[in-house]
């Protein structure tokens, strides 16, 4: 019989989303560099579905139908190189070869070229939603060619999870645009982590609340317009106690975040591209401050100020004021990622439709949200779609109700000493986009002065410099 999908690579991704397509109803071809892996999967799951076990990459192509879908599951990088190179030479044109790996989208870009010389697909596939996800119905950003996506949509769908009826899979764009749409996802997963992260220590240092209080609010912001996947399980990390100590499990965590460098991808694209993401540049370097540890001690006996101790009714103002700033970072860390797809489409000629992440976003993956709708509903109002997120009334109005309680929030963490870069630069953000004039005008100024770099007017066409060293008239430039 012939295997309708192959996924090649079974660690707990590769093996997860084998089992997914088999649950479906798929015939799936499994094959692992080391094959006691393949035959472990079948002798465990080959229940749920229907599996063929491949042993050698020959078997592996031979079992797949035509035209022939092969799924690579390795770690991106080198891997993929490796196993693209073990399996072009076995397939026919008009194949395809998916790479459901966080790969950079510029080796996909550079893959997907490579193998089309050949008369090969190459789809660089965004797959979110970890190991559970993999399994019960990820969020899947295919990019690649249109064609490549009518022999692939149905099957991944069919996988996908499922928001009111809706697959949270659709083909993103050609080339690359599948994995720079996942990186800017997890760049976005990077800024909502951080901005929950800061929500906690301030609620902790500022309110005073221990985890399992904070986990409790976690809960019921989670109940509201907060409601997300990731809020969801830093209630479950708050509330949960470490079996050894009975302490609390964050307190006997080492809080040293590390990261695989997704973000920091999204962080070097953006500033290649421009745009500015402080939100998530924030994020990408509070993980960098905290795996300092020379730095750390170093600086540890630097001065700052007390910490009060709040009256309850305050520290439950404060509470509501941490939701609001929560809230409006939040918008602004999403307005930033939308910005840079923008940009990464226009670069690339994508056309990206930017209002598709959102759909696709709702579910499956790790930024899932009741928020992601009203992003949809922004790109899908019909008429010109938002310049920035910012600017769609829903969020305007969002806000307007907010900026008090984060400003406030901002100012706190400022006097007491509390870190809370996210909440800053967001705010920073807002503020600088509302701004009438920004103080770039003394920047061009200083440019001028010692470079000669010239600057625009605004009440007139051209570019001009002063003479600075001489008389100070103004020459056009
Ligand atoms: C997802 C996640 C996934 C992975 C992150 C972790 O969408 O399912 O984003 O891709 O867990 O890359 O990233 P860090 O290790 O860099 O935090």
Not at 426 to 439: F, G, H, I, N
Request: with cysteine; charged share 25%; proline share 5%.
């Amino acid at each position: 019989r012939q295997a309708q999908i192959g996924v090649t690579g079974l660690a707990v991704m590769g093996r997860n989303l084998a089992r997914n397509f088999a649950r479906h109803g798929h015939t799936v071809a499994v094959h692992n560099r080391t094959a006691a892996k393949t035959r472990d999967l079948v002798a465990t799951f080959g229940h749920e579905g229907d599996f063929v076990a491949a042993e050698t990459a020959e078997e592996f192509v031979a079992a797949l139908e035509r035209p022939r879908r092969l799924v690579v599951m390795v770690k991106a990088g080198a891997p993929t190189d490796a196993v693209i190179d073990e399996f072009a030479p076995l397939l026919e044109p008009g194949d395809m070869i998916v790479d459901g790996g966080n790969a950079h989208y510029l080796d996909t870009r550079r893959r997907e070229a490579a193998l089309r010389e050949r008369g090969l697909h190459f789809v660089g596939c965004g797959i979110s939603g970890g190991e559970e996800g993999a399994l019960n119905g990820p969020s899947i950003m295919p990019g690649g060619s249109p064609e490549s996506y009518q022999a692939l949509g149905p099957l991944l769908e069919s996988i996908a999870a499922r928001v009111d009826g809706e697959p949270c899979c659709a083909h993103i764009g050609p080339d690359g645009a599948g994995h720079f749409v996942k990186m800017v996802h997890n760049g976005i997963e990077y800024a909502d982590m951080q901005l929950i992260a800061e929500s906690y220590d301030l609620l902790r240092k500022v309110a005073g609340y221990e985890p399992a209080h904070i986990a409790e609010i976690f809960r019921k912001w989670n109940t509201g317009r907060l409601d997300s996947y990731l809020i969801e399980i830093t209630a479950e990390v708050l509330a949960h106690r470490d079996a050894d100590t009975g302490r609390p499990f964050v307190d006997i965590v080492a809080d040293r975040a590390e990261q695989k460098g997704t973000g920091r991808w999204t962080v070097q694209t953006a500033l290649d591209l421009g745009v500015p993401v402080s939100g998530i540049s924030e994020a990408v370097f509070a993980r960098a401050i905290s795996g300092h540890a020379d730095l750390r001690a170093a600086s540890a006996s630097l001065p700052g100020p007390q910490l009060p101790e709040l009256h309850p009714d305050d520290a439950a103002r404060f509470a509501d004021s941490v939701e609001q700033a929560l809230y409006a970072s939040k918008i602004v860390a999403y307005a930033q990622g939308w910005h840079l797809m923008q940009a990464g489409s226009a670069e690339y000629g994508w056309d990206l439709d930017l209002g598709t992440m959102a759909t696709i976003w709702r579910g499956g993956c790790i930024i899932r949200a009741r928020f992601l709708n009203r992003i949809r509903e922004a790109y899908h109002r019909g008429g010109e779609a938002p310049v920035t997120l910012l600017a769609d009334a829903t969020f305007t109005e969002a806000l307007r109700d907010a900026q008090v309680g984060w400003r406030h929030v901002v100012s706190q963490a400022t006097a007491l000493g509390v870190p809370a870069p996210g909440f800053s630069a967001a705010l920073a953000y807002y503020d600088a986009l509302r701004s009438d004039r920004l103080p770039a005008s003394l920047v061009q100024g200083q440019r001028d002065f010692f470079g000669a770099h010239t600057y625009q007017r605004v009440d007139r066409e051209g570019s001009f410099h002063t003479l600075w060293g001489d008389d100070r008239t103004e020459r056009p430039a």
